[in-house]
């Protein structure tokens, strides 16, 4: 059996992440907000993620392959990175 067959590449498909709204196949895990959340989605084999370009937020299934959240060391804005990085001393 190949991986290359039709199946597996449906399958694959399947779970990968697609935003509904702009089409991006970059998404996050989102924070669970509710106890809705925390403890029926599971049960629903649901979870909650987040699109990495328009920033919809859904649920999807647990098998849907999506990034961890960023840290929150990352989302420091560019500006505030120059400010906190050292100087280099230039010859």
Do not use: W
């Not at 629903?44 to 959240?69: A, N, Q, S």
């Amino acid at each position: 059996m190949t991986n290359d067959s039709p199946d597996h590449q449906s399958l694959q498909s399947y779970f990968q992440f697609r935003c509904r709204d702009c089409s991006s196949e970059v998404g996050f895990r989102s924070r669970r907000r509710s106890v809705f959340e925390r403890y029926l989605l599971p049960l629903l084999l649901l979870k909650p993620v987040r699109c990495g370009e328009c920033f919809r937020r859904d649920y999807r299934l647990i098998f849907t392959e999506v990034k961890d959240r960023l840290s929150e060391a990352s989302r420091i804005s560019p500006a505030v990175e120059r400010a906190v990085a050292p100087k280099r001393h230039v010859a």
